[in-house]
């Protein structure tokens, strides 16, 4: 089953952050709780880990690019996954 990336909120009373650099490409496998992207806020640069074990289906947040807290940024799953329902 697919999981969502979210943009986590790294500080209290933020409403956007910014997807810095992506660790993984789209179709890479990933593990759960590797490091796969760099986000930057008002307060702190960090890497989110991936909540899951599988591959990078897709990108929804590409980098450099700034992006409301808790939205999706990416979603993991199994290769060939019907995602349609997460995007």
């Known amino acids: 089953m697919a999981v969502k990336v979210i943009m986590p909120q790294a ?5 956007t952050g910014i997807v810095r650099h992506w660790h993984k490409a789209e179709g890479d496998q990933v593990a759960k709780g590797e490091p796969i992207v760099q986000i930057e806020t008002e307060k702190v640069n960090l890497d989110v880990e991936a909540p899951a074990a ?15 807290i808790f939205s999706t940024i990416a ?13």
């Open 75 to 87: 979603i993991i799953g199994q290769p060939g996954e019907d995602i349609s329902g997460l995007e």
């Open 54 to 68: 599988g591959v990078l289906l897709r990108i929804v947040v590409p980098d450099d690019t700034e992006t409301a």
């Open 11 to 15: 500080g209290q009373d933020l409403e």
